[in-house]
């Protein structure tokens, strides 16, 4: 299974919003509501922002947010935050029972 | 609140087995899945596999022929074995556990570091 494709690398400045695309295929992404986003800072374990295309774990900031739309998923950060300069990764069910990954996005702030 | 650990060798010789186990505190081994996860370093992330006490077992299609998971409820802990290792296997190795009918990998472990190397 191929990982999904994201952008290497989206940057903004304090307080902006930016979007962080996620593209699969209709066997994954675009067969399923089970998309995921995680961050990772480095030298840490990723962590849970949405789930299930556009849920947000308790505890989690709402300027984080999903969605979908056919083969591509999104997480988009509003307001920009310096503590929001990580690594994030998609990750999507598929159709072989299994579950695949994206190429993984470094988040700048500017 | 739960937390899970990973532990083993951290160091594997090429062609021989790789084994870790994941302890799990704080939840219920039975309501969930268990998965592994890997990852190199400086490299994206890699689901291995995952499975719960009711015996569905699924693997990476990529790595299906060398990977056995398991559960030890009487110990709360999930075991990964991954056989015929190369130094394509280094990575960090985390196990998270997974929400049924979701796609919440949620909490982590910490990780640990595997190198293959003779």
């Known amino acids: 299974q191929s990982a999904l494709t994201q952008p290497a690398s989206v940057s903004g400045s304090p307080g902006q919003s930016i979007t962080i695309s996620c593209t699969g295929t209709?066997?994954?992404?675009?067969?399923?509501?089970?998309v995921s986003w995680y961050q990772q800072h480095p030298g840490k374990a990723p962590k849970v922002m949405i789930y299930?295309?556009?849920h947000r774990p308790s505890g989690v900031s709402d300027r984080f947010s999903g969605s979908k739309s056919g083969n591509t998923a999104s997480l988009t950060i509003s307001g920009l935050q310096a503590e929001d300069e990580a690594d994030y990764y998609c990750?999507?069910?598929?159709?072989?029972?299994?579950?695949?990954f994206g190429t993984g996005t470094k988040v700048t702030v500017l | 609140q739960v937390q899970l650990q990973e532990s083993g060798p951290g160091l594997v010789k090429p062609s021989e087995t790789l084994s870790l186990t994941c302890s799990v505190s704080?939840?219920?081994?039975?309501?969930?899945?268990w998965t592994w996860i890997r990852q190199p370093a400086g490299q994206g992330l890699e689901w291995i596999g995952r499975?719960?006490?009711?015996?569905?077992?699924d693997y990476n299609p990529s790595l299906k022929s060398r990977v056995t998971m398991s559960i030890d409820t009487s110990k709360n802990q999930i075991s990964l074995r991954l056989s015929s290792v190369t130094a394509a296997d280094t990575a960090i190795y985390y196990c998270?556990?997974?929400?049924?009918?979701?796609?919440?990998?949620?909490?982590w472990g910490q990780g640990t570091l595997v190198t293959v190397s003779s």
């Open positions: 998270a556990k997974l929400f049924l009918h979701s796609s919440r990998f949620d909490p």
């Open positions: 704080g939840d219920s081994i039975n309501d969930y899945f």
């Open positions: 499975t719960w006490t009711r015996g569905n077992t």
């Open positions: 209709s066997s994954d992404v675009g067969g399923y509501h089970y």
């Open positions: 299930d295309v556009s």
């Open positions: 990750s999507s069910f598929t159709s072989s029972d299994s579950f695949v």
